[in-house]
């Protein structure tokens, strides 16, 4: 049985910083996406960023264009981890945060995903 388990969301001041962990069991991340989303009150979710793997050492990342430049997403494969760096947060990054796996890489990003974590709520003040 696939787990995904968020950690590390919180408050924070406008221009701070946050990491995001997403720790998963029971599934092998080779050949499909594990990602970031993330959802606002009254809004719909939202993509962040992906990261495919292509087996071995091979990965490659996509991000939402509203935190390019700000949020970096990575793996651990010995942890079996996936994490969200974000930088420079702004308020209206304000969302509870999921992370997703098993999706399929597609025109330039990735979608369908099988699997979902319970999310992380992410609340910054300005």
């Known amino acids: 049985q696939v787990q995904l388990v968020e950690s590390g969301g919180g408050s924070v001041q406008a221009g701070g910083s946050l990491r995001l962990s997403c720790a998963a069991s029971g599934y092998i991340y080779s050949s499909n996406c594990m990602g970031w989303f993330r959802q606002a009150p009254g809004k719909e979710r939202e993509g962040v960023a992906h990261?495919?793997?292509?087996?071995?050492?091979?990965?490659?990342?996509y991000y939402a264009d509203s935190v390019k430049g700000r949020f970096t997403i990575s793996h651990d494969n010995a942890k079996n981890t996936v994490y969200l760096q974000m930088n420079s947060l702004k308020p209206e990054d304000t969302a509870m945060y999921y992370c997703?796996?098993?999706?399929?890489?597609?025109?330039?990003?990735?979608?369908?995903?099988?699997?979902w974590g319970q999310g992380t709520q992410v609340t910054v003040s300005s």
């Open positions: 997703a796996a098993g999706g399929v890489r597609n025109g330039g990003t990735c979608r369908s995903y099988n699997y």
């Open positions: 990261i495919y793997s292509g087996g071995g050492r091979t990965y490659i990342a």
